[in-house]
């Protein structure tokens, strides 16, 4: 063996660091199991209540950071061990410290394609204009988060705007069961 592998192989740190891995990928372990308790039981409660548990999301919220944060340790991505080396993460504000997205590199923002405009069927056979440019009030569009058709007239708030907001508010609640 040459001396750099041997001092590799010897080096004290490593084995510390490998030690941490073990106890970290047992609890991430354990983690997956009460994030599962997690998901049947917020299933049971909406599907009694019509509702969530506000206390089980604010947990569930930091317990997804936490797993995030054992699995950027777990491979190397990290050097800060997480809880009990840290401080339990608090939701969403704790993922945005992290800087996640340091090497992403973001394209022109690309809004929805607008094709022909397209008639109502007429005995059986839909109509396409396809000589004339479909005006701004009458295009329509499906709306990818609800999943409905809305007019491209319509104002709707930006996605990334949408997003930070829902990251900023810890108290917010994901969208409530139709009734």
Do not use: C
């Not at 340790?73 to 061990?81: C, D, I, P, R, V």
């Amino acid at each position: 063996m040459d001396n750099e592998m041997k001092s590799s192989l010897t080096a004290t740190d490593t084995w510390v660091r490998g030690l941490y891995m073990l106890l970290f990928a047992v609890i991430y372990s354990v983690t997956e199991f009460v994030l599962g308790l997690i998901v049947v039981f917020q299933f049971i409660h909406v599907l009694f209540s019509r509702d969530t548990n506000d206390r089980l999301l604010d947990f569930s919220s930091d317990l997804s950071v936490y797993i995030y944060q054992l699995l950027q340790f777990l491979t190397f991505n990290s050097e800060a061990k997480p809880f009990p080396f840290a401080v339990w993460p608090n939701g969403p504000e704790d993922l945005e410290s992290l800087d996640l997205f340091d090497n992403v590199e973001v394209g022109p923002e690309v809004g929805p394609e607008v094709g022909p405009e397209v008639e109502p069927e007429v005995d059986g056979e839909a109509n396409v204009e396809s000589n004339s440019e479909p005006s701004a009030a009458s295009a329509v569009v499906p709306d990818v988060e609800t999943g409905a058709n809305r007019s491209q007239s319509d104002q709707v708030e930006p996605a990334s705007t949408k997003a930070s907001a829902k990251a900023s508010t810890k108290d917010s609640k994901p969208d409530q069961p139709m009734g």
